[in-house]
T-cell receptor, first 114, second 111 residues
């Protein structure tokens, strides 16, 4: 069974640009969550989508947004990039139907802002 | 107080020993607890989940949960050099699928 697939793996952008990251969940998984990982802040929750609806949101500015499509694939967008947005962005998927369904992570997209 | 706390380490253990990793959490309503392993430059990999008080064993790994003390631990028996990694404690908090992570404990298994 294929795992969570994230594209692209690496991305270099400059300040002020915008970026879109993509995540394909494990087949049958309906929940997709996004996390940001940095050396200083660790792993932080961005948001979760379930059945095309944002179900939960972390404490990030509105520049960070996402969406989910009917096939459960998800995209995350960051507008007006700042140097501090340099991070590993991780997508995780789960069946999504309850609290006892673990999340499985993709390999991540490493975003560098110059 | 942080929501999920772990000792950052590094925790050094000799090969073949038991490694004990600890985690405390602040939300008494939390129901689901997970341990992830993360090798340097890689993404987190789920190794254990636990939902009820007590112990849960899977191979060389044992997760322990004490909801009254708001404490979760992970024991790794017969530690191997390949177990050297950062171990992340994660707690499902609030509604939906929000995982709150500790900062991770770096484990080093020495030959």
């Amino acid at each position: 069974k294929a795992g969570v697939t994230q594209t692209p793996r690496y991305l270099i952008k400059t300040r002020g640009q915008q970026v879109t990251l993509s995540c394909s969940p494990i087949s049958g998984h309906r929940s997709v969550s996004w996390y940001q990982q940095t050396p200083g802040q660790g792993l932080q929750f961005l948001f979760e989508y379930f059945s095309e609806t944002q179900r939960n949101k972390g404490n990030f500015p509105g520049r960070f947004s996402g969406r989910q499509f009917s096939n459960s694939r998800s995209e995350m967008n960051v507008s007006t990039l700042e140097l501090g947005d340099s991070a590993l962005y991780l997508c995780a998927s789960s069946l999504g139907g309850g609290p006892r369904q673990p999340q499985h992570f993709g390999d991540g997209t490493r975003l560098s802002i110059l | 107080q942080k929501e999920v706390e772990q000792n950052s380490g590094p925790l050094s253990v000799p090969e073949g020993a038991i490694a004990s990793l600890n985690c405390t959490y602040s939300d008494r309503g939390s129901q689901s607890f997970f341990w992830y392993r993360q090798y340097s430059g890689k993404s987190p990999e789920l190794i254990m989940s636990i939902y009820s008080n007590g112990d849960k064993e899977d191979g060389r790994f044992t997760a322990q949960l004490n909801k009254a003390s708001q404490y979760v631990s992970l024991l790794i028996r017969d530690s191997q050099p390949s177990d050297s990694a950062t171990y992340l404690c994660a707690v499902l908090t609030g509604g939906g699928n929000k995982l709150t992570f500790g900062t991770g404990t770096q484990l080093k298994v020495e030959l």
